[in-house]
């Protein structure tokens, strides 16, 4: 168990829809991360957050967006969902920002759309 | 662009023999380089990391070698055991970027 909590496990869902994936680092951890697994793209980093502001982005599609709360969790939200959205979404934390922060990860959603 | 890749998709390995995960990258600026272990239904297991000043380090079992000159990262893991089975990736960074850039896996399957 790595301390990464995400929520829901499984997501299944309509093109055209929104969902909202959550996350809670680990104890002591400010910097969240979310990254896409897909079979035919692998994993992919998406956008970090640092004590609740945007640290990094990187392939996030305009349909994407993520924020980060004051108690530190952090909620990427999917909109106007395409088939190609479908795969595993992490999230991963570590205590600082930077090369070298160990990241932990938490276990996935598993997102289908149909 | 910067990539990082795998030379083989899947590796077996009798239980007990010594495994060797090869990958190679492209972008010369990266300078520290991570390899992970992702179990089925898991995510991401971080099992050891190396800065590009050094270029061997090691671990319980496991072992990281980097080869700058030809960009070229392999893991070692020693007395493979069952428990072992799952897709390793490597994944570095560049500067103070915290970003993981990812390779594209390689299956360890472990025989009896």
């Known amino acids: 168990d790595s301390g990464v909590t995400q929520t829901p496990k499984h997501l299944i869902t309509a093109t055209g829809q929104r969902v909202t994936l959550r996350c809670s680092p680990r104890s002591g951890d400010l910097s969240v991360y979310w990254y896409q697994q897909s079979l035919d793209q692998g994993l992919q980093f998406l956008i970090q957050?640092?004590?609740?502001?945007?640290?990094a982005k990187g392939n996030i599609l305009e349909r994407f967006s993520a924020q980060q709360f004051p108690d530190l969790h952090s909620e990427l939200n999917l909109s106007s969902l395409e088939l190609g959205d479908s795969a595993l979404y992490f999230c991963?934390?570590?205590?600082?920002?930077?090369?070298?922060?160990?990241?932990?990860f938490g276990p996935g959603t598993r997102l289908t759309v149909l | 662009g910067e990539s990082v890749g795998l030379h083989l998709p899947t590796l077996s390995v009798q239980e007990g023999d010594n495994s060797i995960i090869n990958c190679a990258y492209s972008?010369?600026?990266?300078?520290?380089f991570i390899w992970y272990k992702q179990e089925s239904g898991k995510g991401p297991q971080f099992i050891i990391d190396i800065r590009s000043n050094m270029d061997k380090r090691q671990g319980q079992r496991v072992t990281v070698l980097l080869n700058k000159t030809v960009k070229h990262l392999s893991l070692q893991i020693a007395a493979t055991q069952p428990g072992d089975s799952a897709v390793y990736f490597c994944a570095e960074t560049t500067g103070t970027a915290s970003k993981l850039t990812f390779g594209t896996g390689t299956r360890l399957q472990v025989t009896l």
């Open positions: 972008n010369s600026a990266s300078d520290y």
């Open positions: 957050y640092y004590n609740g502001e945007e640290r």
């Open positions: 991963a934390s570590s205590v600082g920002g930077t090369s070298g922060n160990e990241q932990f």
